[in-house]
């Protein structure tokens, strides 16, 4: 099986739990299981995480560490053609407000979705399926919408067996 990583949880891991100077294991993990072929990201992803400050831990790790191979290219016909009908269903969706849509729209989630469902892989997210949300669009009620399987990284970590050092 192979796993598409959300922005949400690299950010969240190198703010909180999985520091880069507390539990540097998590990090080589990743690596690791990138290199094993079953974790990668997407380019549109790298470009949000190089938006952080040149002095950030997680933009020196996405600049010096991670293999750019990690950041696949969203950048085909068919991850297009996906992410058009996905757009075309969050615009045409009256339960989101126009604010949320417009963020949607520039955001990665959609590539993710697209990339996923072209090439049957399971998005990896920290966020939580909200199918109420009017404000925002939840990366997992859009997989559920598309059929793309997603689940969290915790459950990722676990089937991917990942044991790492503190």
């Known amino acids: 099986m192979s796993y598409l990583i959300d922005s949400d949880v690299l950010i969240t891991a190198k703010n909180s739990y999985y520091a880069f100077d507390l539990c540097p294991g998590f990090w080589e993990s990743l690596q690791t299981k990138h290199l094993e072929g079953s974790v990668f990201s997407l380019d549109r992803i790298r470009s949000e995480l190089l938006q952080g ?4 831990s997680l933009v020196e790790w996405t600049n010096n ?3 750019r191979s990690f950041f696949l290219s969203s950048a085909t016909l068919e991850v297009a053609n996906a992410f058009s009908e996905i757009i075309l269903w969050v615009q045409q969706n009256s339960q989101f ?3 949320a849509k417009a963020k949607f729209a520039t955001g990665a989630d959609g590539w993710l979705v697209a990339f996923a469902k072209v090439n049957g ?3 990896v997210t920290m966020e939580e399926s909200r199918p109420e949300s ?3 669009v939840k990366l997992p009620d859009v997989c559920i919408r598309f059929g793309v399987p997603y689940q969290n990284v915790f459950s990722t970590l676990r ?3 990942v044991q ?3």
């Open 121 to 123: 892989w399971t998005v």
């Open 97 to 99: 407000q126009d604010t």
């Open 164 to 166: 790492y050092r503190l």
């Open 134 to 136: 009017r404000n925002q």
């Open 159 to 161: 089937q991917l067996n």
């Open 65 to 67: 560490v991670i293999p």
């Open 53 to 56: 400050r040149d002095d950030d």
